[in-house]
C-alpha cells in the first residue's frame, strides 16, 4: 500500500476523533460536534461508494455493483435528513463495516492489492466504528 495511501487514510480519521473531543474539551456544544460529525460521517461513506462505481465501470461490470455502489451515497443523505436521531450514527457505523465486507469480496483489484487495501481499511473502519460508538456514548 503506498504511503500516501496510509497517511492519507489516518489523516481522514481526525474528524471523527476531534468531534467528541471538541465536546469532550469544551470547544463545541453537544448538538454542533454531532451535526459535525455526521456530515463528515455521511460524506466519507459516498466516498467508498464512489470506489465501486469506478471499479465497475473500469471493469466493464455493469451489473448489480454499479447499482450497490449508489447505496453508501443513499444512505449518507438520508443520515443527514434525519441527523438528529441518535439512530443515525449506529446507521453510519454498521454502513462502514457493509462496505468494508462489499469491498473485501468484489473489488477487481490483484490479490496483493486487496490484501493490503483490507488491511488497511480495516483497522480505519474499526477507529470509525469505535468513535461512532463514543459519539452515541456522549449523546445517550
Not at 26 to 41: I, R
Not at 55 to 77: C, E, H, V
Request: aromatic share 16%.
Amino acid at each position: 500500500m503506498p504511503y500516501s495511501a496510509v497517511l492519507l487514510g489516518i489523516a481522514g480519521l481526525i474528524p471523527f476523533v476531534a468531534m467528541p473531543l471538541a465536546y469532550q474539551f469544551n470547544l463545541l456544544p453537544l448538538t454542533q460536534s454531532a451535526v459535525y460529525f455526521v456530515q463528515y460521517s455521511a460524506v466519507l461513506l459516498s466516498f467508498f461508494g464512489g470506489i465501486h462505481w469506478w471499479d465497475a465501470i473500469s471493469n466493464q461490470r455493469y451489473d448489480k455493483q454499479m447499482f450497490i455502489a449508489m447505496l453508501p451515497t443513499i444512505i449518507g443523505w438520508l443520515c443527514l435528513v434525519f441527523s438528529n436521531d441518535v439512530k443515525v450514527f449506529g446507521v453510519l457505523s454498521l454502513s462502514y463495516v457493509a462496505v468494508l465486507m462489499y469491498d473485501k469480496f468484489t473489488l477487481s483489484l490483484p490479490k496483493e492489492q486487496v490484501v493490503s487495501y483490507i488491511s488497511l481499511r480495516m483497522g480505519l473502519t474499526s477507529v470509525v466504528v469505535v468513535c461512532h460508538a463514543w459519539m452515541i456514548y456522549l449523546i445517550a
